[in-house]
């Protein structure tokens, strides 16, 4: 892309014209896709958020347009601004479907970490996106269930503080999750043990969901 049109698409990225129109547009010219990713790196405004709702949205329903930038948006995931972060996070569970050349395997470790991190926000978006990356890379399925059996014992902090609020959340999401790839799962006794304890949560949406969990799945097993 040359310059002149570089800048022409800047200024108009920064005038954050209609959101769907210009998903369409870059759907139709991918070549925009790097200019939106200096602006998520470069843009000291709100023009960086509007970016990375484009990119996301493209990663959903063309995911192989944004895969050549896949370490572009891994490096996202460290960013010190939460938006980003979780836009990034969401970006590639989407990226998953498309990973032909085994990308995620350098980030595993870092990207489901993050279940465990402190910040429920981003341990949620995390968790609930993981079924993308278990139905895309069913390798993985094991090791991620482990994790999600465990999110009763983490800590989680709200304001400095531990919440068990945010905790029976993050077992909301787990449970949500849980209900998407039930059936590829390995340790379905323990998926629904986990239901099973969740049923006593004392948030009312959580047990509700856990109790329907069970009633959909348990009388196949």
């Known amino acids: 892309m040359e310059q002149k ?23 139709q010219q991918p070549e925009y896709i790097p200019v939106l990713f200096a602006l998520i790196k470069n843009d000291p405004g709100s023009a960086k958020f509007y970016c990375e709702k484009v990119i996301r949205i493209v990663s959903e329903r063309h995911p192989e347009l944004v895969y050549p930038y896949f370490e572009e948006v891994a490096a996202l995931i460290g960013s010190p601004n939460s938006f980003i972060k979780w836009g990034a996070i969401i970006t590639l569970s989407n990226l998953a479907a498309v990973d032909t050349e085994n990308k995620f395997a350098s980030i595993y470790e870092k990207y489901f970490g993050l279940i465990a991190a402190d910040a429920m926000v981003t341990a949620a978006n995390v968790i609930g996106n993981a079924w993308k990356i278990i139905l895309s890379k069913p390798e993985y399925e094991q090791d991620i269930t482990k994790r999600l059996l465990r999110i009763p014992q983490n800590t989680y902090l709200y304001k400095g503080e531990p919440s068990p609020e945010c905790r029976n959340i993050l077992c909301g999401h787990a449970i949500d999750c849980f209900d998407k790839y039930f059936e590829v799962a390995h340790d379905k006794n323990g998926i629904l043990a986990f239901a099973s304890a969740q049923t006593h949560n004392p948030r009312k949406q959580v047990a509700k969901k856990a109790a329907a969990l069970l009633k959909k799945h348990k009388e196949g097993c």
């Open 5 to 27: 049109e570089k800048d022409k698409l800047l200024e108009k990225i920064q005038g954050k014209p209609d959101l769907e129109a210009f998903v369409r547009e870059v759907l």
